[in-house]
């Protein structure tokens, strides 16, 4: 592997309201794809996926793909950029076209696809993904490649994910004004996706939550595609907040108290345990917190008080997003949280109580390279990004621009035989 020429490199920047992290990769002579170089720092200038002062988004973002580029020894001058904000919406559309029974070549599959770029009605947003799922054979769903099949009709599910125009401009700007160009947007659901799920998982029917910092996304996958998604805001930093105002003190300490004593499940002993306030070191110093015995220390039956009364509100608004998109019955059998805040530990176990349905948590898939501090749900999003940029999946507005323009499925080629040597993993 560490003698195969890197042929192709690609940056990605995931712009989070906890953290902003960068990836730098690569892809081999033999199509394998190597991290070359990865990093993170905390955001600034990001509020619940919103961009709100400029300077300091713009500073985070060149801070992140630096550390990324050091580690790496290279530079990227384009990157992808996750997006878990900006009022995401997700739909399908669908588009049909008589073929008369012959058999179908590329360039009616071209021509499908150029005339399905006039169904799609973003009334007003902006469309960040336009992509053919699936293809239809005279109502039969699930082709994944009609050329050198007969029909009479030929028809597409086109994957439609909207935005808010401005939020995103002002995205695109801090990266720009970092000295990037920016490839693509994609929304952090489709990323998260590609990092966390199973093709036989999107295929049978999975909701994917990603817990972020300030915003939470529920996202529906079914056959094989993305159908649905909600956005919650609220996320991991309301816990943290909770956890200061309740025991009167400061964000750090409480973020520091959630990482390393929190649970999301009760134990009997928990009221018995006393744990301290201030790290190793620090103590002495600061004010005693509420609740706190005379060295600073607060039962962690408290703790876990705290942080299960707000993850209770958390899956009351997941449990209402999953019943308004459908997911009940048999198509809604499996839950996977992924994101920062599905590091909390015992978090599968209380979700799958709260929505009564198996839950499991969603960890970064295993990419040569990538630094183990990086292989925690809390980055899926950065891996799924450079996921997804290998697999550079075809968008419909692109097509009729050239004569000779193709049709490429996230499904196939290099992410293709990733998932393929992921089949074990799940």
């Given at each position: 592997?560490?003698?195969?020429?890197?042929?192709?490199?690609?940056?990605?920047?995931?712009?989070?309201?906890?953290?902003?992290?960068?990836?730098?990769?690569?892809?081999?002579?033999v199509g394998d794809m190597v991290v070359l170089?990865?990093?993170?720092?905390?955001?600034?200038?990001?509020?619940?996926?919103?961009?709100?002062?400029?300077?300091?988004?713009?500073?985070?973002?060149?801070?992140?793909?630096?550390?990324?580029?050091?580690?790496?020894?290279?530079?990227?001058?384009?990157?992808?950029?996750?997006?878990?904000?900006?009022?995401?919406?997700?739909?399908?559309?669908?588009?049909?076209?008589?073929?008369?029974?012959?058999?179908?070549?590329?360039?009616?599959?071209?021509?499908?696809?150029?005339?399905?770029?006039?169904?799609?009605?973003?009334?007003?947003?902006?469309?960040?993904?336009?992509?053919?799922?699936?293809?239809?054979?005279?109502?039969?769903?699930?082709?994944?490649?009609?050329?050198?099949?007969?029909?009479?009709?030929?028809?597409?599910?086109?994957?439609?994910?909207?935005?808010?125009?401005?939020?995103?401009?002002?995205?695109?700007?801090?990266v720009q004004s970092a000295h990037l160009e920016v490839e693509a947007?994609?929304?952090?659901?489709?990323?998260?996706?590609?990092?966390?799920?199973?093709?036989?998982?999107?295929?049978?029917?999975?909701?994917?939550?990603?817990?972020?910092?300030?915003?939470?996304?529920?996202?529906?996958?079914?056959?094989?595609?993305?159908?649905?998604?909600?956005?919650?805001?609220?996320?991991?930093?309301?816990?943290?907040?909770?956890?200061?105002?309740?025991?009167?003190?400061?964000?750090?300490?409480?973020?520091?108290?959630?990482?390393?004593?929190?649970?999301?499940?009760?134990?009997?002993?928990?009221?018995?345990?006393?744990?301290?306030?201030?790290?190793?070191?620090?103590?002495?110093?600061?004010?005693?917190?509420?609740?706190?015995?005379?060295?600073?220390?607060?039962?962690?039956?408290?703790?876990?008080?705290?942080?299960?009364?707000?993850?209770?509100?958390?899956?009351?608004?997941?449990?209402?997003?999953?019943?308004?998109?459908?997911?009940?019955?048999?198509?809604?059998?499996?839950?996977?949280?992924?994101?920062?805040?599905?590091?909390?530990?015992?978090?599968?176990?209380?979700?799958?109580?709260?929505?009564?349905?198996?839950?499991?948590?969603?960890?970064?898939?295993?990419?040569?390279?990538?630094?183990?501090?990086?292989?925690?749900?809390?980055?899926?999003?950065?891996?799924?990004?450079?996921?997804?940029?290998?697999?550079?999946?075809?968008?419909?507005?692109?097509?009729?621009?050239?004569?000779?323009?193709?049709?490429?499925?996230?499904?196939?080629?290099?992410?293709?035989?990733?998932?393929?040597?992921?089949?074990?993993?799940?």
């Amino acid at each position: 592997m560490a003698n195969q020429r890197i042929t192709r490199v690609f940056g990605a920047v995931n712009i989070g309201s906890f953290r902003i992290s960068a990836i730098v990769a690569g892809i081999n002579e033999v199509g394998d794809m190597v991290v070359l170089g990865s990093g993170h720092r905390a955001s600034q200038g990001i509020k619940r996926g919103f961009v709100t002062d400029m300077a300091a988004a713009t500073y985070a973002v060149r801070d992140a793909i630096d550390r990324a580029e050091k580690m790496a020894d290279t530079a990227v001058q384009k990157v992808w950029i996750g997006c878990s904000g900006a009022g995401l919406a997700s739909r399908i559309d669908q588009f049909d076209a008589e073929i008369g029974g012959r058999r179908i070549e590329q360039e009616d599959i071209d021509q499908l696809l150029i005339s399905a770029k006039d169904v799609i009605q973003p009334d007003g947003r902006m469309v960040l993904h336009a992509q053919p799922a699936q293809y239809r054979l005279d109502g039969a769903h699930g082709v994944i490649d009609p050329k050198g099949l007969h029909a009479e009709r030929l028809g597409v599910d086109i994957h439609i994910m909207l935005a808010d125009g401005a939020p995103i401009r002002n995205l695109t700007e801090a990266v720009q004004s970092a000295h990037l160009e920016v490839e693509a947007v994609v929304g952090s659901p489709i990323a998260a996706g590609q990092a966390c799920l199973s093709p036989e998982e999107r295929d049978l029917g999975v909701a994917l939550v990603e817990f972020g910092g300030e915003v939470t996304n529920v996202a529906i996958y079914e056959q094989g595609m993305l159908k649905d998604m909600m956005s919650i805001p609220m996320g991991s930093a309301d816990i943290t907040d909770a956890i200061a105002s309740a025991f009167g003190i400061r964000r750090f300490q409480a973020e520091r108290l959630k990482c390393v004593n929190g649970s999301a499940i009760a134990s009997p002993h928990d009221h018995r345990e006393m744990i301290p306030v201030n790290a190793p070191g620090e103590e002495g110093t600061g004010p005693i917190a509420r609740h706190a015995d005379d060295k600073n220390r607060i039962p962690r039956a408290e703790l876990i008080g705290v942080i299960t009364g707000q993850l209770g509100m958390l899956m009351e608004e997941v449990n209402k997003a999953l019943k308004t998109m459908r997911f009940t019955g048999q198509r809604g059998k499996q839950v996977v949280f992924t994101g920062g805040g599905a590091e909390l530990v015992g978090l599968a176990d209380y979700a799958q109580a709260a929505i009564g349905k198996p839950v499991r948590i969603g960890r970064v898939a295993h990419l040569s390279g990538l630094a183990e501090a990086h292989v925690k749900p809390g980055f899926s999003t950065l891996a799924g990004l450079v996921l997804y940029a290998a697999a550079d999946p075809q968008d419909i507005r692109s097509l009729g621009r050239s004569h000779q323009s193709t049709v490429r499925l996230g499904k196939l080629g290099m992410v293709g035989r990733v998932y393929q040597a992921l089949r074990e993993y799940f």
